[in-house]
Every structure is written in structure tokens, then in C-alpha cells.
């Protein structure tokens, strides 16, 4: 039987650069370095008005397909996470088939999770591997939440910021990724919700959880996000590991979606994980949703200390709100190490 594993990776950050001391500049009564210490963030890469996170998923997949020799001819699935699509229909992920050249017998599907959609597509994947209807799954995440953010939004702003990164995700003879838990609780929506845009008319919109501060399109209530993550997520972290008969010790690595420093060091804390183990790795790029975990696996790659051949752990969390881990270990990285 045929398993999923994570192939190469290729990141695409638009080049326009917003740091803290460019806003502290432009809003000087913003509390920047107080604001920086509670998010580990010290700027971000901000899309053009006229790009879209199908323009930048684009060029991540071109740029993939360059660096490790891959014919378009050769995939089979092409998935997209993503909350900014060009169009509520068609789909997206379509028109990217057509612009990357993709042949016309390869699926193409959307699919809207956010901050755990990276878990999630992987387990699409490999379910289309096992299946034996793929063996070449390209699974794209790209996310422009600039558009949905108000310029004078302090509390939005100094945080996300947009990106791509495109996974090949391929056939494998041995398991690589095992153990997929997920979770969602959809009355927790009103704590990070965009309510236009879509079909529901506005006077029945899911209300923001608390007062709406800022004219920004996206809503967040950050504290109760942090109260959700740091209950739910250690308590999936557990299932797993009892579903796999392993423990704390057994994992080399737990690699999760990087919100903020504050919501991770949270983790850290409550799960007693020392931060070799559970790296923070956000500071020049904010949070980027969907495409946090692929940016931080490849940079792991990158590092001197990356271990191949460890257990390693997945987590998504956010917006939904939805949940999602698995287990991993990287042989792809064993065969092909990153430069």
C-alpha cells in the first residue's frame, strides 16, 4: 500500500516589508515594543492591493517545480487551503491548474480552514494516496489577511501577515504520517469571523463575540482564543500520543501553528515542553494561518539540528474553530537534505 510523505517544500513571502518601526513611525501612540513582546512578532510581508493568495501560491508552486525538477505533467491532486480566494465560485484551486499547466485529469479543490488547514490537507492527501487515486498530491496554502485588515486595526495589523507555500505531498512505500486526531466547534465561530462577503444576509450575521473595536472586515478575540488553545490542545496532544502508545519523551519535536509567542509560550508551559522542542519561529513573518506549519517545517529542514528520522507532531489550531494533529517523521528530509 502506498503512504503520504511530506516532500519539498518552496515558500514565497511578497517582497513589500511592514516592521514595527515603520508603523511606530506612522501611529506613534501605538505602544509597538509592548505589543511586540506579547507576540514575538517584529514585522511582516504584506501583499499589493492588485495580488491576490492565488498569485502567491502561484509563484510558490513555480517556484517548487524549478528548484526540484518537477513536471507539472506529473501531479494528480492539486488541494488549496485558503480564506482569501479570488472568487466565491469557481473555485480557485482550478484556475490554478490552468495557470501552473497542470493536466486536465488532475482534481482541484478549495478547501476554507485557516490556521489548522495545513493538518487537514495532509490527511487529504494521504488519503488520496492510500486510496491509490493520486500519487502526487500538490497541496498549496496562501492567505492574504492584509485585505481583510483595517490600516488603523492595532490589534490585527501587528500580527498577520500573508505568504504561500507550496508541498509536494508523495507515494511512499512506509508510513510517514500516522495518527491523525481532529476536532471543531463551530460555536466558538464568533471569535475569529469574517461576516461579509458570503451568501448570509447581514442583519443575520454571527455577531463578534465581544464589542467590535476596529472597522477591520476580521474580528478577533484573542484571550478566548488563547483560552481554547491551551485547553484544547494539550488535551489532543494527549489522545495521540495514548492512541500511538507513546509518550512525551517519544517526540522529537512538536511543530505547531505559529499564532503568536504568547499563545505558544502558553503551550510550552502547560504542556512542560522546553522551547527547543516546541520552536517559536515568527518574528519576521507574523502569522501566516494556513501556511505557518509548511514555513516552519521548511525552516526546520534548514536548521543544523533537524532529525530526519524522529517523531515529530503536527498541530493546527484556530479559526472555526478547528483543530487538527498528527505524527510525523521525516524521511524524505533523510534522502534529500535542504541546503
Known amino acids: 500500500m502506498p503512504y503520504a510523505q511530506i516532500g519539498p517544500i518552496a515558500v514565497h513571502l511578497p517582497p ?16 509597538l515594543d509592548l505589543i511586540a513582546e506579547k507576540t514575538g512578532i517584529q514585522q511582516r510581508h504584506v501583499a499589493e492591493p492588485d495580488v491576490t493568495a ?45 495557470r501552473l499547466g497542470l493536466p486536465t485529469r488532475c482534481g482541484a479543490i478549495d478547501f476554507n480552514l485557516g490556521c489548522s488547514g495545513y493538518v487537514y490537507g495532509l490527511a487529504m492527501a494521504d488519503g488520496l494516496i492510500q486510496s491509490g487515486v493520486a500519487k502526487r498530491v500538490l497541496l498549496l496554502t ?12 492595532r490589534s490585527l495589523r501587528t500580527i498577520f501577515g500573508d505568504a504561500a507555500a507550496a508541498t509536494l505531498v ?19 465561530a464568533d471569535m475569529l469571523i469574517v461576516g461579509d462577503g458570503g451568501a448570509r444576509p447581514a442583519k443575520d450575521a454571527i455577531p463578534p463575540r465581544h ?30 500520543l495514548e492512541a500511538n502508545s507513546l509518550g512525551d519523551a517519544d517526540v522529537h519535536r512538536y511543530l505547531m501553528h ?9 503551550l510550552r508551559l502547560r504542556m512542560n515542553v522546553s522551547e527547543e522542542r516546541l520552536p517559536i519561529d515568527l518574528a519576521d513573518i507574523g ?19 533537524w532529525n530526519g528520522s524522529g517523531t515529530n507532531m503536527l498541530v493546527g489550531f484556530g479559526v472555526g474553530l478547528s483543530w487538527a494533529g498528527c505524527l510525523w517523521r521525516d524521511d524524505w528530509f533523510g534522502d534529500h537534505p535542504v541546503s
Open 16 to 31: 513589500r516589508v511592514e516592521d514595527n518601526a515603520s508603523l511606530q513611525s506612522q501611529f506613534p501612540n501605538w505602544d
Open 54 to 98: 492565488a498569485d502567491l501560491a502561484v509563484t510558490a508552486a513555480q517556484d517548487l517545480f524549478e528548484r526540484e525538477s518537477i513536471d507539472p505533467a506529473s501531479i494528480d491532486f492539486v488541494l488549496l487551503c485558503t480564506q482569501t480566494p479570488d472568487y466565491p465560485l469557481p473555485t480557485t484551486a482550478c484556475l490554478l491548474q490552468d
Open 142 to 153: 496562501a492567505e492574504t489577511y492584509s485585505k481583510y485588515i483595517d490600516s488603523d486595526d
Open 170 to 188: 508523495t507515494a511512499s512505500e512506509t508510513p510517514s504520517l500516522w495518527g491523525f486526531q481532529f476536532g471543531s466547534d463551530g460555536s466558538g
Open 211 to 240: 464589542r467590535k473595536r476596529w472597522k477591520s472586515r476580521l474580528y478577533m478575540d484573542g484571550p478566548s482564543l488563547i483560552g481554547f488553545t491551551v485547553e484544547a490542545i494539550p488535551r489532543l496532544v494527549d489522545e495521540i
Open 258 to 266: 505559529q499564532a503568536t509567542w504568547k499563545m505558544l509560550d502558553q
Open 287 to 305: 502569522n501566516t494561518v494556513s501556511c505557518t506549519l509548511p514555513i516552519l517545517i521548511d525552516r526546520q529542514r534548514r536548521g543544523g539540528d
